[in-house]
């Protein structure tokens, strides 16, 4: 991945106006932010019907040239409550849908299919003390979404997000948006004076030099990840644990998870972790 530099500084469009989608189940484009070469985020309009979980993902694309919907799965990084929806998306220049996606402006129409599913959801866990949101790359979405729903912070006493990245112009989404949830005076209204004193952010790079470096995983098997933060490692009774991430980070997290003596859960089966299979870093 690439790193912003004085050459790939962040750059951010809106619209004025938000024209009606002409096209079946079609949104409108509202607002683009594009944060490294590789890494962008947008807004779009919500269908009045939508109605999801903070944590799901639903179907979205723009038409193939053969006039056919070209669709990919993408977490909703915004809350449930919001009045629209954000994604967060990668880069890929001979991507089928994203070498597209990336060329979006306000005002630009996306397909959206509104039938909301996922595993990274309140539902699919046992009630805990305290929940970890292990992501890599743009797999942060989902989290997005969680951490500025209210139960997030009803259900634990502590959360902890974990964003590993390559570079560390990377993280710079994760970032603000850990600075905006601290300073959001609607979400405090929503959740109460301090909420925010709950939450716990540790970022890391594996490429980069940054304040942190090294994977997650590594952190967790030499002990480092619960030193710096300053509380015990992971435990069935009252830790809980959603993964979003690459292949290999999720097979992986979901072994060190395991021998923790964590299960994995469902929707129809709560357990103590979660891991997204429809994410592709």
Known sequence: MIAMNEMSPVTEAQATDVKKPTLPDAQTVTFVKHWTDRLFSFRCTRPASLRFRSGEFVMIGLLGDNGKPLLRAYSIASPSWDDE?????IKVPDGPLTSRLQHIAPGDEIILRPKPVGTLVHDALLPGKRIWFFATGT??????????????????DEVILTHT????????????????????????????????????????????????????????????????????????????????????????IKELLEGYGLEEGANSKPAQYVVEKAFLD
């Open 85 to 89: 929806l954000e994604f967060y998306s």
């Open 139 to 156: 797999g942060i979405a989902p989290f997005a979404s969680l951490l500025r729903d209210p139960q997030t912070y009803e259900d634990y």
């Open 165 to 252: 990245c390559r570079e560390a112009g990377e993280l710079a989404y994760g970032a603000e948006l850990i600075d905006s949830i601290r300073s959001d005076e609607m979400l405090a209204e929503l959740m109460g004076e301090g909420f925010h004193e709950k939450l716990r952010y540790y970022p890391t790079t594996t490429r980069e030099e940054s304040a942190k470096m090294g994977r997650i995983t590594d952190l967790m098997r030499s002990g480092d990840v619960y030193a710096d933060l300053g509380v015990e490692p992971l435990c069935p009774e009252h830790d809980r644990a959603m993964v979003c991430g690459n292949l290999a980070f999720n097979l992986e």
